[in-house]
């Protein structure tokens, strides 16, 4: 079903089927409910829910907030600080442009900053985390996880149990491992849970941390690359 809204504030509700949907120039409420849904935002400050299915949701100009639910989903915020959660599934996140959080929920989610100073949490699964351009933060969750920073003085972040995670671009004296939560007295500390692994360093925090740092030795790394507290 095609469901339009109008140049005001629309409240748009979806049916069980597959919809599209175009929200336009108000700030609105898009409620996709169950099908595989297409969805735009359009300009304004919109608040998007994929509900069940597949959806494929933009939000547009403005700060939007969109939740993809269960299902595998594509969300894009294109301009605009937006926050954007995808729920259960395998889903694709893309912030666009502006400051914008992503949270890619459970399942094996892909998620990229874009242009800007992002926040990305992968949550649970096996995640793909991309910062693009900004000064980024990257939390990859629970789960084994690749982590991208991109251009800019990033920070990765790491909790108990994060998983088996990669950093493939990490940028001495430009980039930090926050790893404040394991409670390391000092830099020497820290230092000492890395081994040297061929062209890499793996630091093994506890039994359920584990980073690798792509081509790197620990003769590189200084008390500069890490937040301890």
């Given at each position: 079903?095609?469901i339009?809204?109008t140049?005001?504030?629309?409240?748009?509700?979806?049916?069980?089927?597959s919809?599209e949907?175009?929200?336009?120039n108000?700030r609105?409420y898009?409620?996709?409910?169950?099908?595989?849904?297409?969805m735009?935002g359009?300009?304004r400050?919109?608040?998007?829910?994929?509900?069940?299915?597949?959806d494929?949701?933009?939000?547009?100009?403005?700060?939007?907030?969109?939740?993809?639910?269960?299902?595998d989903?594509t969300?894009?915020?294109?301009?605009?600080?937006?926050?954007?959660?995808a729920?259960?599934?395998?889903?694709r996140l893309?912030?666009?442009?502006?400051?914008?959080?992503?949270?890619g929920?459970?399942?094996?989610d892909?998620?990229?900053?874009?242009r800007?100073?992002?926040?990305?949490?992968?949550?649970?699964g096996?995640d793909?985390?991309?910062g693009?351009?900004?000064?980024?933060?990257l939390d990859?969750g629970n789960?084994d996880d690749?982590l991208?920073?991109?251009?800019?003085?990033?920070?990765?972040?790491?909790?108990?149990?994060?998983?088996?995670d990669?950093i493939?671009?990490f940028?001495?004296g430009?980039?930090?491992?926050d790893v404040?939560?394991?409670?390391?007295?000092?830099?020497?500390?820290?230092?000492?849970?890395?081994?040297?692994?061929?062209d890499?360093?793996?630091?093994?925090?506890?039994r359920g941390?584990?980073?690798?740092?792509?081509?790197?030795?620990l003769?590189?790394?200084?008390?500069?690359?890490?937040?301890?507290a």
């Open positions: 079903m095609l339009r809204g140049s005001g504030d629309d409240t748009l509700t979806g049916t069980e089927r919809d949907m175009y929200g336009s108000g609105d898009l409620n996709g409910l169950g099908g595989n849904d297409t735009y359009g300009r400050n919109d608040h998007i829910d994929g509900g069940r299915g597949d494929w949701i933009r939000g547009g100009e403005g700060h939007d907030e969109l939740h993809g639910a269960a299902g989903d969300l894009y915020g294109s301009t605009g600080n937006d926050d954007i959660e729920g259960s599934g395998n889903d893309s912030g666009g442009i502006g400051r914008d959080e992503l949270d929920g459970s399942g094996d892909r998620l990229f900053g874009g800007g100073n992002d926040e990305l949490d992968g949550g649970n096996a793909l985390l991309g693009g351009d900004g000064d980024d933060t990859g789960g690749v991208i920073g991109g251009a800019g003085a990033d920070i990765f972040e790491f909790d108990e149990l994060s998983g088996f990669r493939e671009d940028e001495f430009v980039d930090r491992i404040e939560e394991f409670e390391f007295a000092n830099f020497a500390a820290m230092l000492e849970t890395g081994t040297e692994v061929g890499d360093v793996v630091f093994t925090l506890d941390t584990e980073i690798t740092v792509l081509n790197a030795s003769d590189d790394f200084g008390a500069r690359d890490f937040i301890l």
